[in-house]
């Protein structure tokens, strides 16, 4: 069965600071890939995705993520963390030709000044 | 552009009363609809999902109900609402296609807050 696996809870990072999240997914095959970014109280925004092409996908404010299919990962990053970024981060997973898209359980991200 | 619209954006009800959660979309034809719910430091559980008016897919058995009466509009519904029911309910679009069953990206509403006392 597919699966996602956000192995931190929350994560608290130095505004300024470079940000990585981790995402790992379990399928048998390659997925679609997805980063969304959670407010808090509100739905969620897509930061980017990767169906296929060039590994390294460019996303909005400045987000990034690498599809490495050795290590079934798609972890997002950013240089330079701005306090607006403190949210909560979902990476999705969505088998070709299927309507599930399956959620991990969340990165919250903490901002300090 | 498309627009997703969910209301309400909060809702308290106490135990045993009926639930009517809407979910209208704008801009776009046939789309594929989504209902999730999100509790309190969880992920996303998919519920129900929609390729068409009158087609409703559940995803997980619970006292849940959706109903898809027109085109851009998807409603959650629940006879009698219990306390696990509580939690945030994101309603969601994809572009939908002719063959039904591709994943697209996912919109999202902003979601309703929903509390069972």
């Known amino acids: 069965a597919q699966s996602v696996t956000q192995p931190d809870i929350h994560i608290t990072v130095s505004e300024g600071a470079s940000l990585e999240l981790r995402c790992n997914y379990s399928y048998g095959a390659t997925p679609y890939l997805f980063w969304y970014v959670q407010s808090p109280g509100q739905g969620l925004q897509l930061l980017l995705k990767?169906?296929?092409?060039?590994?390294l996908v460019q996303g909005i404010k400045g987000f990034e993520a690498e599809f490495k299919r050795s290590q079934s990962s798609f972890n997002l990053r950013k240089p330079s963390v701005h306090w607006s970024d403190a949210a909560e981060y979902f990476c999705a997973v969505a088998p070709g030709g299927g309507f599930k898209t399956i959620f991990g359980a969340g990165t919250r991200l903490f901002v300090k000044a | 552009s498309q627009t997703i619209h969910q209301w309400p954006a909060t809702l308290v009800q106490p135990v045993g009363s009926p639930l009517s959660l809407e979910c209208t979309v704008e801009?776009?034809?046939?789309?594929?609809l989504y209902w999730y719910r999100q509790a309190a430091g969880r992920g996303l559980q998919l519920l129900f999902y929609?390729?068409?008016?009158?087609?409703i897919s559940s995803e997980v058995p619970q006292n849940l109900s959706a109903s898809r009466p027109q085109d851009r509009q998807f409603i959650l519904s629940s006879k009698k609402l219990l306390l696990s029911d509580s939690g945030f309910y994101l309603c969601?679009?994809?572009?939908?296609?002719?063959?039904?069953?591709?994943?697209?990206?996912?919109?999202f509403g902003p979601g309703t807050r929903l509390l069972v006392l």
């Open positions: 969601a679009w994809s572009v939908g296609t002719s063959g039904g069953g591709l994943t697209e990206t996912q919109y």
């Open positions: 990767y169906f296929s092409g060039d590994t």
């Open positions: 929609s390729v068409g008016i009158g087609q």
């Open positions: 801009g776009t034809s046939n789309p594929n």
